[in-house]
């Protein structure tokens, strides 16, 4: 081994493919529409996201955002990524969800938007990162289990 590094203030010295391929910028993925896709995950739900330039408008399997999340904590979380993103005029988001509640859809979207951001516009990715948005978030239902009401709860107690 010729290229063994003694120290680890010898590893600037060797400099090579490592370093190469961790400075090459990642290049965006728009399709020939112009538009980016990004997948999201939450609970149960699953939401395709696709975004392109344009004013900011949402829509969700067809609603605007106001008609489909009638709660604004809802319409808020699915915008977090594209205003930490500084970019919440500049992209119209179009997406389709299915699966559990209303709030997972919106943590799904939330997920799948970060994610087509990051395709549309690698250098974003710094700064969604820290926030978590391009984390899937593993926290599901928990399973019931026998003897009991539900995964945790009991039975109600009778003395007699």
């Known amino acids: ?5 003694e120290s680890l203030g010898n590893l600037s010295k060797l400099g090579g493919a490592a370093t190469a391929s961790a400075a090459a910028p990642a290049t965006p993925k ?10 999201g995950r939450r609970k149960e739900a ?15 399997n ?3 955002q106001t008609e489909y999340f009638a709660r604004p904590v809802l319409r808020m979380m699915i915008r977090q990524p594209l ?6 005029t500049e992209f119209d988001v179009v997406c389709t969800v299915a699966g559990s509640g209303l709030s997972g859809q919106a943590g799904a979207i939330r997920h799948g938007i970060a994610r087509a ?7 974003v990715r710094p700064v969604l990162k820290p926030g ?22 009991s039975f109600q107690f009778s003395k007699r």
């Open 117 to 123: 951001l990051v395709a549309f516009e690698p250098g």
């Open 62 to 64: 067809g609603k605007d």
């Open 1 to 5: 081994m010729p290229d063994a590094v």
């Open 46 to 60: 699953t939401a395709r996201v696709w975004i392109k330039r344009g004013s900011g408008k949402i829509t969700i």
């Open 83 to 88: 205003e930490l993103a500084k970019r919440e």
């Open 30 to 39: 728009i399709d020939k529409l112009g538009r980016s896709y990004g997948t």
């Open 132 to 153: 978590k948005f391009l984390t899937r978030d593993p926290r599901a239902v928990e399973r019931k289990k026998y003897g009991k009401a539900k995964a945790r709860r």
